[in-house]
């Protein structure tokens, strides 16, 4: 059982929109910030997203965060087949005193 | 380009003790937070250990305190995790991780850069 909650899976086709979820509480999301990953099996995880929407260099546009309360949002635009992988929202947890992972929502292109 | 290269997996009877290495390339180690990560069979990335740029300051998940350890040695450019009192529930992949800045004296959850991980199998 994961501290932060994320859509069990995400699918699309070349070209759409998906969002993935991620919900936590007031000792994670609420008050700090959330950063996102992508992880394909066998591969080494790559830092998406940080400080809630911010993109690291060579990270390309059609990935954005957002974040409202305790849960925060990834989006992916343009949807391409290298997409699919695993995606896992992250953020520190106060009452734990350490970071925390959601489950993980592994997105499908059809 | 970073580099980030594990080592030390392999099978450990439970009970057992296994050390990982993580060797760093291309930046100075030094000035970084450091971490551990780690993916079960068929689960999600679990954090498992962290430690300050200077090594001052450790911190553990819960699932592992107190069987395991974190350490650096900045003038080898290396990180460890000792792993005693190894369990079937310690199977996994290690990642080793770096942070996002350079800013070392604390530890977050910006993992800027990952290895490939080494491979922990416990099991009799």
């Known amino acids: 059982q994961s501290v932060l909650t994320q859509s069990p899976s995400a699918s699309g086709t070349p070209g759409q929109r998906v969002t993935i979820s991620c919900s936590g509480s007031s000792s994670n999301i609420g008050t700090n910030t959330v950063n996102w990953y992508q992880h394909l099996p066998g591969t080494a995880p790559k830092l998406l997203i940080y400080r809630d929407n911010q993109r690291p260099s060579g990270v390309p546009d059609r990935f954005s965060g957002s974040k409202s309360g305790t849960s925060a949002s990834l989006a992916i635009s343009g949807l391409r087949s290298e997409d699919e992988a695993d995606y896992y929202c992250a953020a520190w947890d106060d009452s734990l005193n350490g970071p925390v992972f959601g489950g993980g929502t592994p997105l499908t292109v059809l | 380009e970073v580099q980030l290269l594990e080592s030390g997996g392999g099978l450990v009877q439970p009970g057992g003790s296994l050390r990982l290495s993580c060797a760093a390339s291309e930046f100075t180690f030094s000035n970084y937070a450091m971490y551990w990560v780690r993916q079960a069979p068929g689960k999600g990335l679990e954090w498992v250990s962290g430690i300050t740029s200077n090594g001052h300051s450790t911190y553990y998940a819960d699932s592992v305190k107190g069987r395991f350890t974190i350490s650096r040695d900045n003038s080898k450019n290396t990180l460890y995790l000792h792993l005693n009192s190894l369990r079937a529930e310690d199977t996994a992949i290690y990642y080793c991780?770096?942070?996002?800045?350079?800013?070392?004296?604390?530890?977050?959850?910006?993992?800027?850069?990952w290895g490939q991980g080494t491979l922990v199998t416990v099991s009799s």
């Open positions: 991780a770096r942070d996002r800045t350079a800013f070392g004296l604390i530890i977050t959850s910006q993992f800027g850069f």
